[in-house]
């Protein structure tokens, strides 16, 4: 019999639930750390976004606050970056580098980066998938406990095809931020808004949101095998 939601297949999530702990730690961390760290030339995110946006053809995007806190992120269907109040007005390592990070996002979505493209295409239907998933497959299990196997099974089915879309939009989305902050450094130390030895923290920073990317992923993928396996039991 299927063993429903909480059963011994648990087991296959903790060590991604482990591991996207880490990274969240990691994340406020490298945060903490760097957001108290003055930039040596002083310039302020938006300052940082704007520079980089400008002398890359971007000029026309604007940059707004929005509330939150590491709630910065670029709006490829509006064309509009968004940052924080503490990485617009910041001038810390932190700020600037998360700043060129969304710049970066900017800069893909300009140059019609690839992986971009394709995320922001699956996008919607994502969105659709990934809300309907979980309720498929509980209504399918449910169906499958009151002996109904061929419809039980059907919907079950449905439900891991529904939850492979978002595996795939996890996959899709780990190079697009991996890519955006390859950009950001090479902007930073390029248009001189840190200096080499600044780029070390600024790195830190990047790899320790990157991070929470391939928690993310890992996190899919491992619901996904516990799914198969719920899947195969009879």
């Not at 994340?27 to 003055?38: D, Q, W």
């Not at 995320?119 to 299990?141: E, Q």
């Not at 030895?197 to 990157?210: C, R, W, Y």
């Amino acid at each position: 019999m299927y063993f429903g939601y909480f059963d011994p297949t648990i087991i296959v999530l903790i060590p991604a639930i482990i591991f996207a702990m880490y990274a969240q730690s990691k994340v406020k961390s490298a945060y903490n750390k760097y957001s108290r760290v003055p930039s040596r030339k002083g310039m302020t995110g938006y300052q940082a976004a704007r520079l980089i946006l400008d002398n890359n053809g971007m000029g026309h995007v604007p940059i707004e606050i929005t509330p939150g806190t590491l709630s910065d992120h670029y709006d490829p269907k509006n064309d509009i970056m968004r940052l924080s109040n503490d990485v617009y007005n910041g001038t810390s390592i932190a700020s600037v580098s998360i700043a060129a990070h969304e710049s970066g996002h900017a800069l893909q979505d300009g140059s019609a980066y690839g992986f971009l493209k394709f995320r922001n295409a699956i996008a919607p239907a994502v969105n659709i998938v990934s809300a309907a998933s979980w309720p498929l497959l509980l209504i399918g299990l449910f169906i499958i406990w009151q002996g109904n196997y061929t419809t039980g099974n059907l919907i079950f089915n449905l439900g891991i095809l529904f939850f492979c879309g978002v595996v795939l939009f996890h996959t899709v989305t780990l190079p697009v931020e991996l890519n955006a902050s390859k950009r950001a450094v090479r902007q930073l130390i390029d248009l001189d808004i840190i200096d080499a030895a600044e780029s070390k923290g600024a790195k830190k920073v990047l790899s320790a949101a990157a991070m929470t990317y391939v928690a993310a992923l890992a996190t899919a993928v491992a619901n996904l095998i516990r799914i198969l396996m719920i899947r195969g039991r009879d």
